[in-house]
T-cell receptor, first 114, second 114 residues
């Protein structure tokens, strides 16, 4: 079965420092991976996706993610964190079965302090 | 475009009551889905639809019904509400492409079952 795991419930970063939100996956074959962000009392917003090609994927709001097949990881990164980046981040993998639904990790709360 | 809209935003039910959560999208998306979000559990898929007249079960379908009579609308029905259905419900849609395209999420419905 396809799955993703986000090993950290919370990540704390100082404003201006680089941030990393971790995600590992378990998928048979080539994975289709996604990152979404949820701001308080809002729905999820798409950040970026990896389907194929370059292992470094660039997305919205200055975020990028690195696909690492040997480590089965898809970590979300940003060179310089902003207080406004504080939110809940979800990693997801597309299920290879019928319908191609998304399977989400449990989420990581990112807190960026001034 | 309004995107994905959900009504109501908040709802309180008593155990055993029934209700319908409304979801509509104006992007002509074929794929629509319902998720529930519970603390520490990420998003779990309830039901999904790959087009009008076609629906299928997700990870946690028990106690919920759906129908897709039009491309735009995808209502979720709670047949007999239970406290375990207290959650935040999100509707999402995407264009076809095997769900490789980003999903657009509604703002959510916060449901409390007493």
């Amino acid at each position: 079965a396809q799955s993703v795991a986000q090993p950290e419930d919370q990540v704390n970063v100082a404003e201006g420092n680089p941030l990393t939100v971790k995600c590992t996956y378990s998928v048979s074959g080539n994975p289709y991976l996604f990152w979404y962000v949820q701001y308080p009392n809002r729905g999820l917003q798409f950040l970026l996706k990896y389907i194929t090609g370059d292992n470094l994927v660039k997305g919205s709001y200055g975020f990028e993610a690195e696909f690492n097949k040997s480590q089965t990881s898809f970590h979300l990164k940003k060179p310089s964190a902003l207080v406004s980046d504080s939110a809940l981040y979800f990693c997801a993998v597309r299920d290879k079965g019928k319908g191609g639904k998304l399977i989400f990790g449990q989420g990581t709360e990112l807190s960026v302090k001034p | 475009n309004a995107g994905v809209t959900q009504t109501p935003k908040f709802q309180v039910l008593k155990t055993g009551q029934s209700m319908t959560l409304q979801c509509a999208q104006d992007m002509n998306h074929e794929y629509m889905s319902w998720y529930r979000q519970d603390p520490g559990m990420g998003l779990r898929l309830i039901h999904y639809s790959v087009g009008a007249g076609i629906t299928d079960q997700g990870e946690v379908p028990n106690g919920y019904n759906v129908s897709r009579s039009t491309t735009e609308d995808f209502p979720l029905r709670l047949l007999s509400a239970a406290p375990s259905q207290t959650s935040v419900y999100f509707c999402a849609s995407s264009s076809t492409g095997g769900n490789l395209n980003e999903q657009f999420f509604g703002p959510g419905t916060r449901l409390t079952v007493l």
